[in-house]
C-alpha cells in the first residue's frame, strides 16, 4: 500500500526502485546514492501545503532519521512531468542551490507509470524546507527587501533569469526572519544583462527600492564573483 489516507502517500524505494538523481549526501543519515537498502521510506503529507503550475507541494519526512523536507509532485496535465525535470535541471545548473539564497535540491526521482502503482509519469523533488510562500511584500522591512532583490540578482548572476518574480516565488521563515527565492521553474538562461532585465526592474518596483539602491545590491553581488 503506498497511499494511506491517514498518513499520506509513503514510498518504500527500495520495493518500488526509481531512478534517482543527486543524492541525499547533505544530509546526515543519507552518505550515499538511495538506491539498496539504505533508501529511505519517503512520507508525504496527506493534504498539499501549496499548488504550483502543474505540480503538488508536501511537507514530507525522510525516514531513518524524520528529516523534515518539501516534496513537489506532478500532476497529470500536459508537460507537467517534464517541467518538474526542468526544474531539476536548474537547480543543477546553480550547484544544487544557491547558498543562503535558494532552497537546496536534495534529490530527484522519477517512476514511469508501468513500474509504479500510479497512472502517470512521476516527477519528484525534494527541497530543503526553507519557510511559507510570502502573500505580499507589504510589511516587509527595507533589509528583507533588499534581501529579495539581492537573490533575484545572485540568480541572475548564476545564469538564469527568473520570470515570475512575485511575492509567492520567495519564502519567509517566521522563525528566523530569514527569506529565500524559490521557482526556478520559471526560470530560463540569461541571454541579457541585468541592466537589460526587465523582471528585475518590475521586482525593484514592486519591492519599492529607488534606482541608486538597486545599483549599489548589483555593485555588492558583482564583487562577490
Not at 526509481?18 to 544530509?27: D, E, H, R
Not at 497529470?76 to 537546496?104: C, H, M, N
Not at 526556478?184 to 523582471?199: K, Q, Y
Request: proline share 6%; charged share 25%; with cysteine.
Amino acid at each position: 500500500m503506498w497511499f494511506n489516507n491517514d498518513v499520506g502517500l509513503i514510498l518504500p524505494v527500495k520495493d518500488y526502485p526509481p531512478v534517482w538523481k543527486g543524492n541525499f549526501a547533505s544530509l546526515p543519515s543519507y552518505e550515499r546514492q538511495p538506491n539498496d537498502e539504505t533508501a529511505p521510506l519517503v512520507v508525504l503529507s496527506p493534504k498539499e501545503i501549496a499548488e504550483g503550475t502543474g505540480c503538488s507541494v508536501f511537507s514530507a519526512t525522510l525516514a531513518p532519521g524524520e528529516v523534515s523536507v518539501v516534496a513537489k509532485i506532478n500532476d497529470d496535465s500536459l508537460g507537467a512531468f517534464e517541467a518538474l525535470l526542468r526544474e531539476s535541471e536548474k537547480y543543477d545548473l546553480v550547484g544544487g542551490g544557491i547558498d543562503g539564497a535558494t532552497p537546496r535540491l536534495l534529490g530527484t526521482f522519477t517512476h514511469d507509470a508501468e513500474t509504479f502503482k500510479y497512472p502517470i509519469e512521476t516527477a519528484l523533488l525534494f527541497l530543503t524546507d526553507e519557510g511559507d510562500p510570502l502573500l505580499s511584500f507589504a510589511g516587509l522591512e527595507k533589509p528583507q527587501r533588499e534581501a529579495l532583490y539581492t537573490f533575484a540578482l545572485r540568480l541572475h548572476q548564476g545564469g538564469l533569469c527568473h520570470q515570475d518574480l512575485r511575492p509567492g516565488s520567495f519564502l519567509y521563515n517566521r522563525s528566523t526572519g530569514q527569506v529565500r527565492i524559490i521557482g526556478l521553474g520559471s526560470t530560463s538562461v540569461s541571454d541579457h544583462t541585468l541592466l537589460e532585465c526587465g523582471c528585475l526592474e518590475e521586482l525593484r518596483i514592486a519591492l519599492a527600492l529607488t534606482a541608486d539602491e538597486a545599483d549599489k545590491l548589483d555593485m555588492e553581488v558583482s564583487s562577490e564573483t
